[in-house]
Structures are given as C-alpha cells and as structure tokens.
C-alpha cells in the first residue's frame, strides 16, 4: 500500500539557519508533490506544489525538490525565523484525487 | 481566510449519538476532501466528493458517512459514536483542471468534536 514517511516528527534548529525537512514516498509514482503548513488547531494552509518534471521550485526562503528516483522530495526554508516554527506535511498525489499527507514535522525554531 | 466554512466549530456529544459536520467549499470548487485529526495525529484522509459524486475513499469508517449536495456543499455524517471519534475535523477544497493535474487545496478551520 502508498506510504508517505516524514523524516523526523520534530525538527529543532536556530534561528538564521536552515531548516530541511524530508518527504519519503513508497509503492506509488506521484506525478505531484505539495508541501502545507499547519499550526496548531488550525488548517493546513499551501506553500508550494512541483511537478514530477520539475527539479525544484523556489518561493520567497522556500525551496522544494523532487526526485522521483529516489523518491523523495526535500522541504527547505532558509534564514528560518521562530514564525516559521509549524508543522510541515507533505502530500504527493497523481492528481486532486484522494490527496493523502505525511505524518508531519514539527519545526522549532529558537531565536 | 480560506474561503472554506466548517460548521460548527466546537461539537461536545455523548458516546453512541449522531453528529453532522457541514463544509460550504470556496466558490467554484467542485472537489470536497475530508480528514480526521486527532489529538498530536496526522491527518488521516476519509473521502473525497467531486461534483456531488464519491471520488475516493480512505480510513472512513462504516459509522461514518458523508455527502455532497448539488449546491456543493458537503456533511459527514458519525454515527454511534465513540471516545475515540475525538478529533478535529477538517473539510478542505480545490478546483479541478481540465487534464486532471494537480491544485492546491483549501481548508476550512474545522470541526473540533469531543465525545463524552
């Protein structure tokens, strides 16, 4: 069956560092990966989608990769700031159908 | 503000009783997804309604049913329930694009359930 791995449940670093998250997947071929932000008893909120034909995709301090050999996509924020401090969930899909997430990271970041 | 409206936001019920969680998705969404959350878990994905038919399945329990209407909006429906079934619950939204790719979604603030 389709398994989705976060790297770690928690993720400490300083601040002005950056932080890098990991997004394992198994037994499927997403053709899509997405990356959300979740606080605490709120709703997930999108930060970035790539496609399986794209390396890697930049926003503001937000990098994703995607290797679908390896079959792994690698979350970075750099020059993190203790508002970046969430957890992150990763979603790889086919397409819009049942859009399944990771377990999550939950980043620290101390000032 | 997502756009996605859950109601209500705080249910507090009895073991063995009925609820329904209602979510209005962002205008022009036809998709519909609903995910269980308990307590320092991950999301667990129920089911997916597209245009007022069943897409997908997930971990959705057989006391638990749910339904899209032809106005979009949706209800998950829990049945019996159990201690357990405490969680929050979140409905979220997205569009659909003509060659079947990929969009982000939204989601509502969610249903926070305790059964008691």
């Known amino acids: 069956s389709q398994k989705i791995e976060q790297n770690s449940e928690a993720l400490n670093i300083q601040e002005g560092k950056t932080a890098t998250l990991t997004c394992n997947y198994t037994?499927?071929?997403?053709?899509?990966l997405q990356w959300y932000r979740q606080d605490p008893g709120r709703g997930p909120v999108f930060l970035l989608l790539?496609?399986?034909?794209?390396k890697e995709k930049r926003k503001e301090r937000l990098k994703v990769t995607f290797d679908t050999t390896l079959k792994q996509s690698l979350f970075h924020i750099t020059a993190s700031q203790p508002a970046d401090s969430a957890t992150y969930l990763c979603a790889p899909s086919y397409n819009n159908n049942d859009m399944r997430f990771g377990a999550g990271t939950r980043l620290t970041v101390k000032p | 503000d997502s756009g996605v409206t859950q109601t209500p936001k705080h249910l507090i019920t009895a073991t063995g009783q009925r609820v329904t969680l209602r979510c209005s998705p962002r205008?022009?969404?036809?998709?519909v997804y609903w995910y269980q959350q308990s307590l320092d878990q991950g999301l667990q994905f129920l089911i997916q309604?597209?245009?007022?038919?069943?897409?997908a399945k997930g971990n959705i329990l057989e006391r638990f049913s749910a339904q899209q209407f032809p106005d979009l909006h949706s209800e998950l429906n829990l049945s019996s329930l159990e201690l357990g079934d405490s969680a929050l619950y979140f409905c979220?939204?997205?569009?659909?694009?003509?060659?079947?790719?990929?969009?982000?979604?939204?989601f509502g603030q969610g249903t926070r359930l305790t059964v008691v």
């Open positions: 979220a939204s997205s569009t659909q694009i003509r060659d079947g790719g990929n969009t982000e979604a939204f």
């Open positions: 309604y597209y245009n007022g038919e069943e897409r």
């Open positions: 205008s022009g969404d036809l998709s």
């Open positions: 037994n499927y071929s997403p053709a899509y």
């Open positions: 790539i496609r399986e034909n794209e």
